[in-house]
């Protein structure tokens, strides 16, 4: 069976109890409108059941759809998948169609045809719409991809949209592409992350994209502009700040920093940030450090003590160090 006579049986099975007769019709009209050969496709057949499938089915068979639809698109006549993604004006499916010629774009390796997606997430006039484009460069390398493009769409431009939604949807992107295209190590989704930071007139946008980004091999540029945003205006920005230089290459400058942005901090979720940065750079070698910053805050000196603590047990990696860490916070047993 075809990819697309599997998708209008699943679209049928999800929809209601099973009809043959509804079926086979379905399936012949598809059948003699596909345009031979084993792995053919008629693409406006496949996009109808799965809008369909989209506006009835569960949130489960939504997520089945679309997996569907981005596998057949390695193998739908390429031209029928861009046209459709340059005309869809539904953001569920634009999605999906366009995770499909996204997930096509990279098997060919030819960054080239996510453009038209691109342009979408810039000009379309529907911010549904362009929130729609941008999620569904969710987690295939595209920030490589539009540095291939020559740069004319970048996610610091992305992040300057006036829909919040729009916006949402850059973060999640560098946060999924950090995390599931690169394990938290690619510097350019580093330097992304700090550009998005700067671009963004959202904070809370801004010092989400920087405390969730490992900035582990981030370069040195992108560590001094993380530390000269410790006194930005926004708390939330200089709380991701410090998180950001938490994950950054160790280096006696950023713990500097560190510690002269907590003795004048007077925010208590920016000062509770800058002790989990400080701990998450030096570790174990942060307990002097940390020692030397109490009473400079005597409210937060329990949270610094936790912190002392913790370190104490030697842990080596920093995801064991972070639970022992919530656990007690939390008063749950050691």
């Known amino acids: 069976m075809k990819r697309w006579q599997v998708l209008i049986v699943a679209l049928a099975l999800a929809s209601g109890p099973f009809d043959s007769g509804g079926l086979a019709p379905a399936l012949a009209q598809g059948e003699r409108e596909a345009e031979g050969g084993a792995n053919a496709c008629p693409v406006g057949w496949m996009i109808e059941a799965a809008r369909a499938g989209f506006a009835s089915g569960s949130p489960a068979y939504r997520t089945y759809l679309a997996a569907l639809l981005k596998e057949s698109g390695l193998t739908v006549p390429l031209d029928d998948l861009v046209r459709a993604v340059a005309d869809e004006r539904d953001p569920a499916l634009l999605e999906a169609l366009g995770a499909a010629l996204a997930a096509r774009a990279s098997h060919a390796e030819d960054p080239a045809l996510v453009q038209g997606l691109l342009d979408r997430a810039v000009l379309d006039g529907d911010p549904a719409l362009r929130a729609a484009a941008v999620r569904a460069l969710r987690a295939t390398g595209s920030v490589e991809t ?3 493009l020559g740069g004319g769409v970048t996610y610091a431009d992305l992040a300057r949209d006036p829909a919040s939604e729009v916006r949402a949807a850059v973060v ?9 295209v690169y394990g938290g190590r690619d510097a350019r989704v580093a330097a992304a992350a700090v550009e998005v930071a700067a671009a963004s007139p959202d904070p809370v946008i801004a010092g989400r994209v920087l405390a969730e980004i490992s900035m582990e091999q981030a370069s040195a540029d992108a560590v001094a502009t993380l530390t000269g945003t410790l006194v930005a205006d926004a708390p939330e920005l200089r709380a991701g700040a410090a998180l950001a230089l938490g994950s950054a290459p160790p280096s006696s400058a950023s713990r500097h920093a560190l510690v002269e942005r907590y003795r004048d901090e007077r925010d208590p979720t920016v000062r509770r940030a800058i002790l989990q940065a400080i701990a998450r750079l030096g570790q174990a070698r942060a307990i002097p450090t940390l020692r030397s910053l109490r ?5 937060l000196d329990a949270e610094l003590d936790t912190w002392l603590d913790v370190l104490a047990l030697g842990l080596q990696e920093w995801h064991l160090i972070l639970r022992e860490k919530l656990k007690r916070t939390r008063g749950e047993p050691t």
């Not at 999640?172 to 599931?180: G, I, K, P």
């Not at 009473?295 to 409210?299: D, N, Q, R, S």
């Open 172 to 180: 999640d992107n560098l946060v999924a592409e950090n995390r599931d």
């Open 295 to 299: 009473g400079v805050a005597p409210e």
């Open 146 to 148: 539009m540095s291939a």
